[in-house]
């Protein structure tokens, strides 16, 4: 596993790899589920609550205006207090808001409940980010988040057949009240299997116990404290922020209308269109792992990210003009997928170098926080155009493919610290 190829000393032990990892991608496979699996009501919502696409698309993307709500919150409650009992909490409270979602009788209702598993599931995302810090040393760490990320992509896989399958045999309704009950089978093991530390966990043996708190110790007394001031006054961490806003638009403008993109290419069974949809994140989950790797290998890692955002814009452009070849037109939106996650490795992990230590703890949970805004603009958007378009899919995949690539051009301006002058890293004033 994983950390068998950790540069630790032998025979530490693994069990925060086997146990808590997997764990957590579970938990949060449920939660990108639960966010997106709106994608796959629209049309029954759209006949339903008589919502033009415009409307499905901004029913989708509030939910990211209020994941802004608790992204600050969320991590510092689990720093101060618990990572465990936090995520614990609104496990349950997002899947009240996941099952409600079942049971609204208009447009505003929609967007109320919305709104509010956003609020549920914001704070999740850094909680579970100050876990992992909890119990990998700085050298383990971008592994231990590398794997986890990749909840995303494994969650589409599961999400696209098993909602296709649900509307196969029943409607929109059924299928928030299915997948929004996965929360309460999650919250009770997430309770028994987790630990917010080392020290509170009867299940890790002693020498792993025992490397874990050194490490981060020795961590500590090395690191500098840097207040929030800092960072909003940091040139690099608005570049940023600017930066996964814009890949955040087209990502998830991609992603939450690619079922229906699907449909319009194969024509087919809510089954059919479930089980297609699941391929591109194949292709997602191949980009992660290689453009991670090339990206390790070289340390280019804005320039990965402008590779990765080219490729998805070139080809999720070419998916729909050649729209009419439904087997082509899917193999290259399984590009464009690719493409538009293949970002993420590289872009954190550039993040955390162009950009002095003691400013990047506080950096990232501003550039997520603001960044995600971009899901609420994508879907929103996408539905817009599609409106003004007469149905057609091509002006929206133009529009997105812009975004992917101007996130890749703004990402060429930001070099590894390394690499940085003195005057590139002068706060803005």
């Not at 009992?85 to 447009?107: D, Y």
């Not at 309460?184 to 987790?194: G, R």
């Not at 890692?301 to 050649?322: D, E, K, N, P």
Request: aromatic share 12%.
């Amino acid at each position: 596993m994983a950390a068998g190829t950790a540069p630790a000393p032998a025979r530490i032990g693994s069990k925060r790899w086997s146990r808590l990892i997997p764990i957590a991608i579970v938990l949060y496979i449920i939660s990108f589920m639960d966010r997106t699996n709106i994608s796959f009501a629209f049309d029954g919502l759209g006949k339903s609550l008589h919502i033009d696409a415009a409307g499905e698309g901004l029913a989708g993307g509030i939910f990211f205006i209020g994941y802004l709500f608790l992204q600050i919150p969320g991590g510092h409650l689990a720093e101060r207090w618990s990572a465990k009992k936090f995520v614990g909490i609104m496990v349950l409270v997002w899947g009240v808001f996941a099952m409600l979602n079942g049971v609204v009788q208009n447009f505003a209702e929609l967007l109320v409940v919305r709104f509010l598993l956003g609020v549920a599931e914001g704070g999740i995302w850094p909680a579970i980010l100050v876990l992992i810090s909890h119990w990998f040393p700085a050298r383990e760490r971008a592994r231990a988040y590398g794997f986890w990320m990749m909840n995303i992509a494994i969650s589409s896989i599961i999400t696209a057949p098993l909602s296709g399958w649900i509307l196969s045999f029943s409607n929109w309704r059924a299928l928030f009240f299915i997948e929004g009950a996965l929360p309460f089978v999650i919250a009770p093991v997430w309770w028994l299997m987790v630990a917010d530390r080392p020290s509170q966990a009867s299940w890790v043996g002693p020498a792993e116990r025992d490397y874990v708190e050194g490490a981060l110790a020795a961590e500590s007394a090395d690191g500098e404290n840097a207040g929030m001031r800092e960072v909003f006054r940091s040139s690099v961490v608005w570049r940023l922020v600017a930066v996964y806003f814009l890949i955040q638009i087209g990502f998830y403008g991609l992603n939450l209308w690619l079922p229906h993109l699907v449909t319009q290419v194969t024509g087919g069974s809510s089954l059919l269109v479930g089980l297609v949809t699941a391929i591109p994140y194949v292709f997602a989950i191949a980009g992660l792992w290689f453009n991670g790797r090339a990206a390790d290998r070289d340390r280019r890692y804005s320039f990965h990210v402008m590779l990765a955002m080219a490729i998805g814009a070139v080809t999720l452009v070419l998916s729909v003009a050649l729209g009419s070849i439904a087997a082509l037109s899917i193999f290259l939106v399984s590009l464009a997928m690719g493409g538009t996650l293949a970002y993420d490795g590289p872009f954190w992990a550039a993040s955390s170098r162009a950009m002095p230590v003691a400013l990047a703890g506080g950096a990232m949970g501003l550039i997520n926080a603001l960044g995600n805004l971009g899901g609420f603009v994508g879907p929103y958007l996408g539905g817009w155009l599609q409106d003004t378009s007469g149905g057609s899919f091509l002006s929206t995949a133009v529009v997105l493919a812009v975004c992917l690539l101007l996130g890749g051009l703004v990402m060429l301006t930001v070099r590894n610290r390394s690499l940085e002058s003195a005057e590139e890293l002068r706060p803005v004033h």
